[in-house]
């Protein structure tokens, strides 16, 4: 079961993950799937109905519109431009040159589509051949992320007759509902090229595509072709299921697909050279607390609820391998808090190791009592008893919260499991109609602690959760907790406007006092308690026909796989080829869409050139990628970027 992530800001371009695209969420959560494109939901959107799939982006998914870009605007003196310097003598898979030309013919599209990117955007202009440059409306982190890694560039060769429509349109402010314009669409969408034309070190052979396994030949002009030895990537279709006789017979390198705790044990029993790769997911699971039931609302109850719960034990029954107890409880994910908080601020975070003689103590000093039956009172008499909503299909979090229900009523708070159908999780959240709800407590599409305050603490400009919203109409609330509120050191902070604060402009530094002390008030007050953090399990053979791999510990599995780990390694020529290789082959595995649906245009869900991370970025790399332990983007296929 495949899922695409999370969403972007309403600045974000829906592009943002067409390029390299934002994973979208499915069912029972499982941190190796990848996502498949889907035509009616913009790539950064996150359907209602879906569980978190944090980990396998899908890449070049056609992008559609959610919100109408603004008319372009003239540019303010001193206005902020991004600059792509792209690296000279660079050339298609057709022979022809990679330049500006691209770039620029790929955001007319964008804007001819509505898409939000433009919200964000003044202008992109070609300065010359290997310059490109996009002065900018609305600096934040979410139109940075899309322009120097997400966006994937198109080939002018073969959608130049859209892209010259497309900047027509733009010239004249041509009205984006026209009939000209959706039937340019409509005859861009129809476009069933014969082959991609890619500038990667691999393009795909139409001669080799089946609906068991397609191949990817090594394309000598890309991108790092001649750091690379291996001459072809060999692409099985399939899910975990189809995998496994794979790996137990050694004729697997990697794969991005979801295992359980018995897969892994049996693929591991191969021999010492079967490792499992790890690294955040960047989601989890978290207990969104309904301030409108009493005693919910205070924050000593939550955080007696914190230390109740042994989040370890919690996130071993839910996920076994897959996931990590989230330490710090900071509102987002542990990979990045050390990259925006400092080590003071870290040493500040309550970190609520299960400790019952601590929530026990919370409870009394509320005057809560406990009754002859072993159940808390509180001070009003009434009894610790609550439902615990959670969708009954996304099966990972059912089961955290059958065991929440278990060791906080042996504490002494009763809690009744309440599963309902996933399609319900916009409806229920909105209206707040549940006491606990356990559902996406954090997230990172992009990474920039805003993407998950805005999500779990607000109602969601990157993704509609609807989790809060205190302003809004009755019944329209979520946990209705209040936007004013106290950092642990008691500064009164307003989480709406410092949401926003904190993606304003370019500058990281002006943006950390904000997180900071949006941060604080997450740690102490805990409005939302979250569990645990999805995990990889990617099962990788270290010598059958693939060897260099880094070892498990390196740092660069911190990253997730909007910057995947192994498309680095692969991309660089860090991996190599086994001396018994001789067919310098790299197996792996996708769900991909299969013949006859199947097809080479980069603007239709069909195409088969979206399948995953690794496999997308040896076709399209990243201008760049992001690095979490350097807090930065690295120069990948770009020369270089600059921001003025």
């Not at 790092?224 to 496994?244: E, L």
């Amino acid at each position: 079961m495949k899922k695409i992530l999370l969403a972007l800001t309403l600045l974000i371009a829906l592009v943002a993950l067409v390029a390299c695209a934002a994973p979208t969420p499915t069912p029972a959560p499982k941190p190796t799937d990848a996502p498949k494109p889907t035509a009616a939901v913009p790539p950064t959107a996150v359907p209602a109905t879906k569980a978190p799939e944090p980990t396998k982006p899908a890449a070049t998914t056609a992008p559609v519109a959610t919100k109408p870009a603004e008319p372009t605007k003239p540019a303010a003196p001193g206005v902020t431009t991004i600059t792509i310097n792209l690296r000279k003598g660079m050339k298609w898979s057709d022979g022809s040159a990679f330049s500006s030309k691209d770039v620029v013919g790929t955001y007319n599209i964008l804007w001819m589509q509505t898409s939000s990117t433009w919200n964000a955007l003044n202008d992109v202009v070609a300065k010359d051949d290997a310059t490109v440059e996009f002065t900018i409306k609305t600096p934040g982190p979410a139109i940075l992320d899309t322009i120097v890694r997400a966006t994937v560039t198109r080939p002018y060769a073969q959608y130049g007759k859209w892209m010259d429509a497309a900047a027509g349109f733009r010239k004249n402010n041509t009205d984006r509902k026209s009939a000209d314009v959706t039937k340019t669409l409509d005859e861009m969408n129809a476009f069933r090229p014969p082959s991609a034309i890619v500038y990667g070190p691999f393009n795909i052979d139409p001669k080799q595509v089946t609906e068991a396994q397609f191949t990817m030949v090594k394309n000598a002009s890309g991108f790092n072709a001649d750091k690379i030895d291996f001459d072809k990537v060999t692409v099985y279709w399939g899910d975990t299921v189809q995998d496994m006789p794979l790996y137990l017979s050694n004729d697997m390198d990697y794969s991005s697909n979801a295992y359980s705790p018995a897969n892994l044990q049996a693929i591991r029993a191969v021999g010492n050279h079967m490792v499992v790769l790890g690294g955040p997911g960047t989601n989890g699971p978290g207990m969104y607390f309904n301030n409108d039931v009493y005693p919910l609302n205070k924050k000593e109850v939550r955080q007696a609820f914190a230390y109740a719960i042994d989040r370890v034990e919690n996130c071993k029954v839910a996920f076994g391998d897959a996931c990590r107890p989230v330490k710090y409880e900071a509102g987002f994910t542990d990979a990045a808090v050390p990259t925006w908080l400092s080590a003071a601020q870290l040493a500040k975070l309550n970190t609520y190791d299960a400790d019952v003689k601590k929530a026990e103590a919370l409870l009394t000093g509320l005057n809560f009592k406990k009754g002859a039956d072993g159940i808390w009172v509180d001070d009003k008499g009434k009894k610790l008893e609550f439902e615990l909503s959670v969708p009954a299909d996304f099966t990972e979090y059912l089961a955290s919260s059958e065991n929440v229900a278990q060791q906080l009523t042996k504490f002494g708070i009763k809690i009744t499991v309440k599963p309902y159908q996933s399609s319900e999780r916009t409806n229920l959240h909105k209206a707040g109609k549940y006491q606990i709800s356990m559902d996406i407590g954090f997230r990172f599409t992009y990474f920039h602690p805003y993407v998950s305050f805005d999500y779990n603490l607000r109602p969601g400009v990157v993704s509609a959760g609807w989790k809060n919203n205190p302003e809004g109409n009755e019944g329209e609330r979520g946990i209705n907790l209040p936007f004013k509120q106290k950092t642990a050191d008691g500064k009164e902070i307003n989480i709406k406007e410092w949401v926003d604060k904190m993606a304003e402009g370019f500058d990281a530094e002006k943006q950390k006092p904000y997180i900071a002390d949006v941060a604080s008030f997450f740690n102490d007050s805990l409005p939302v308690l979250m569990m645990f953090e999805r995990y990889l399990t990617d099962p990788i053979d270290t010598k059958t026909r693939v060897t260099g791999w880094l070892p498990v510990d390196d740092k660069i599995y911190k990253n997730n796989q909007n910057n995947s780990p192994v498309a680095r390694q692969l991309l660089s020529g860090q991996l190599k080829p086994s001396a018994t290789n001789r067919a310098k082959e790299f197996k792996t595995s996708y769900p991909y869409v299969q013949p006859p649906k199947a097809n080479y245009n980069l603007y239709s869900t069909d195409n088969i050139m979206a399948s995953g991370a690794v496999l997308s970025n040896a076709l399209y790399p990243p201008f760049t990628y992001y690095d979490v332990n350097e807090g930065k983007y690295i120069p990948f296929y770009a020369e270089s970027w600059t921001i003025k």
